[in-house]
């Protein structure tokens, strides 16, 4: 199936910092990749959708200006959260789409744990 | 209503037996459906996909789907302690992007 790594798999900073998440399609181009944050023992939560060039779209009560998501090019998306707070500390997942076709297959990144101290 | 709705168990099956997971959806156009498996701690990784009406097997996998009664189904035959984990269904609907279900805890007792 299709690779899809990220990269740091776990951080640890201090509140009040900014932490960048990478996001890499390695042997497909993705139009569409997708951020999701999980809690432990809850389901994925949808964060935003990012397409190759353009604005990523947010979802509801997710603070685009906290969580800064660029997709510069069909294999890289990048998630930054600025000014990581305790609260910010969970498990962020990336996904990615191929590009073409009609089968919609969504493949994942091994996540990112995150902790902020 | 949840679009897409899944039993969150967990469904305890010995070794050996068949586990078999359900889902429902709620929006009638979709037309793509997905399951995907996590294990505590990782990320979902995607193990069958099914876009046909009817049964599409893998392995010990089989996906089964009926767009008139709006679900979808995974049995897993000859289960492994291996599988012991959340199995999430997803759902494309005809517009917007996947809609995942909460997701079935499956425990696999040796």
């Known amino acids: 199936g299709a690779v899809v790594s990220q990269h740091p798999s776990r951080v640890i900073c201090k509140s009040g910092t900014s932490v960048k998440i990478e996001c890499r399609s390695l042997d497909f181009q993705a139009t569409t990749m997708f951020w999701y944050r999980q809690f432990p023992k809850q389901s994925l939560m949808l964060m935003a959708t990012s397409n190759e060039g353009s604005k990523a779209t947010y979802e509801q009560g997710v603070e685009k200006d906290k969580f800064l998501i660029n997709h510069a090019s069909l294999t890289l998306s990048t998630l930054t959260v600025t000014s990581a707070h305790p609260e910010d500390s969970s498990f962020y997942i990336c996904?990615?789409?191929?590009?073409?076709?009609?089968?919609?297959?969504?493949?994942f990144g091994p996540g990112t744990r995150l902790t902020v101290l | 209503q949840k679009e897409v709705e899944q039993n969150s168990g967990p469904l305890s099956v010995p070794e050996g037996a068949i586990a078999s997971l359900n889902c429902t959806y709620s929006?009638?156009?979709?037309?793509?459906f997905f399951w995907y498996r996590q294990y505590s701690g990782k990320s979902p990784e995607l193990i069958m996909s099914?876009?046909?009406?009817g049964d599409k097997e893998d392995g010990r996998f089989t996906a089964q789907l009926n767009k008139a009664s709006q679900y979808v189904s995974l049995l897993i035959r000859d289960s492994q302690p291996s599988d012991s984990a959340t199995y999430l269904c997803a759902v494309k609907p005809p517009a917007g992007e996947l809609v995942f279900g909460a997701g079935t805890i499956l425990r696999v007792k040796s």
């Open positions: 996904s990615a789409r191929a590009s073409g076709g009609g089968y919609n297959e969504q493949f």
């Open positions: 099914i876009y046909s009406n």
């Open positions: 929006d009638r156009g979709s037309q793509s």
